[in-house]
């Protein structure tokens, strides 16, 4: 009798279902059909009598994910095995899951993990295979940061998706449901259960260097339904989704993964203000929650971070908001986290507060170590692990892990990057696009009047798995439509010899598009628009990353937020400035005037059309 999940994507035979539930103590396949993984199940009995069977050793690892390098589980390249040895003193994944007993591992593409569908397919499967071959061995939670728009790690051929600020543009909780559950289905399929998205963080500071386009928006009413509405798809396709990042990032300009950010909301505004979208999350069945590197005084005084803060994470989340599913940290290599304590009394004091995931340590060792002797010397209690485990366990069983750990060809091939889930996409983005200026009707561009476009400016390195350059794409799809459209980088920071080039290239074009990105007061960006301006071509502007450029170009006959320069937003534009399709999308924050901030330029839900 062979799982029915199982499929060729190793080099290795995977083990029968019969194998599997013999690896994990007889657990039936019963233990994976109960329900929601925060609710009291009635298969706890047999979950608790799995931790009752673990070693110390095997619970403090089930409570860590970590990164691992390399494309397969057993034979990374040999660069990858070099940074293992380096940084987490193994070879491969394979030797991860054996020494330590991770409980989760997190994919990136800097670490090589994802190359394509099958080679991710094939890296889970080898990691699960590694895992439940081991002496009471558990099925590992796979996860990763699948937000979409500028953060994604599995790219294309998967289906590429807008950003949360673009769906916030677009302001629809269907299309927000669908970007989950198309989503969810295609990283299920490649052996991943848990994404780390949607952030929940109410983006109200427009010089937020971590956030920004990374959430839906201003308004928490709308973030809230937005949240929601993805939890929503995501879950229903079988992945854990993890609303990030409590109690709230989106008013700092400091960056937690360089700096401690200081959230000066007082308790008060926090509940009006970033509280709601955690709420919806909460009530709309979220699996798992992240928490932030960053101190809140309202909330705790201690000068801790949340991460670290019984108060906010036990106090608030736990006990005032109700919530009794996965608690997860950020990642325990970020600045935020480290600055006050070190990488040994970070995991301690993280578990201390309420935490039931610890999220790639800088030194794993040290960190698993230091739990280990917490438990030893009598500052953790192994009843508080097996608290943590058990939910983690329950979180396992939802997903199906114990059932069917295994992923296949068949289902890769099936589910990602599909026809339909890239058309899906792109209907998506052409309800995201913001028109914000729009003088004498120059947009749409006509074929007859404007045939020959430059397409000049920012070429910002391309979001994960995309192809770039945004010029080149923007090019390239206005080609598609009709165009003669060609492509000159002028870069984030325009040089005089650069902007000279492209006025001489303008004066040769009907149409001048520029792709501007997060344009401040002293952005040589300016002076390419003004001097694209002042050869009596028309511009258009297209803000390819945060919407407030606008303030910036208070001369530019048209512009256009895009939200994100990954393709499908890109392409989006381009169909919008051909007028294949009208603008739909509205402002989902405001933009304040560049010489008055108190001063509101164009407010939420602002947003002109053909």
Known sequence: ???????????????????????????????????????????????????????????????????????????????????????????????????????????????????????????????????????????????????????ARVGEPATLFPGAMAVGAGGSRSDARALGRIAGAELRAMGIRQDYSPVADVNVNPANPVIGVRSFGADPRAVSALVAAEVAGYQGAGVAATAKHFPGHGDTNVDSHTGFPTITHSRELWEKLDAPPFRAAIAAGIDSIMTAHLMVPALDDSGDPATLSRPILTGILREHLGYDGVVVTDSLGMEGVRSKYGDDRVPVLALKAGVDQLLNPPDLDLAWNAVLTAVREGELTEARLDTSILRVLRLKSRLGLFRSPYVSRSGVDRTVGTRSHLAAAGRIADRTTTLLVNEGRLLPLSRRRHPKVLVVGADPASPSGTTGPPTGVLAGALSELGFAATALSTGTAPSAAAIAEAVAAARNADAVVAATYNVTASSSQRALVEQLMATGRPVVAVAIRNPYDVARLPSVPACLASYSWTDVELRAAARVIAGRVKPRGKLPVPVQRADDPEQVLYPIGYGLSY
């Open 1 to 151: 009798m062979h799982d029915t999940g199982t499929g060729n994507t190793g080099n290795t035979a995977q083990p029968s279902r019969r194998t599997v539930l013999a690896a994990t103590a007889g657990v039936t396949a019963a233990l994976a059909a109960a329900g929601p993984a925060h609710a009291a199940a009635p298969h706890d009995s047999r979950l608790r009598a799995l931790i009752s069977r673990m070693t110390l050793q095997e619970k403090v690892g089930q409570l860590f994910v970590m990164r691992v390098y390399g494309h397969s589980a057993t034979a990374p390249d040999q660069a990858d095995i070099d940074a293992n040895l380096e940084e987490i003193g193994v070879r491969t994944a394979a030797e991860l899951v054996a020494r330590y007993r991770v409980g989760g591992i997190i994919y990136f593409a800097w670490a090589h993990n994802t190359r394509d569908p099958h080679q991710i397919a094939a890296l889970s499967n080898g990691i699960q295979r590694a895992s439940l071959q081991l002496p009471r061995g558990l099925p590992v939670l796979i996860s990763t940061d699948q937000e979409h728009g500028i953060v």
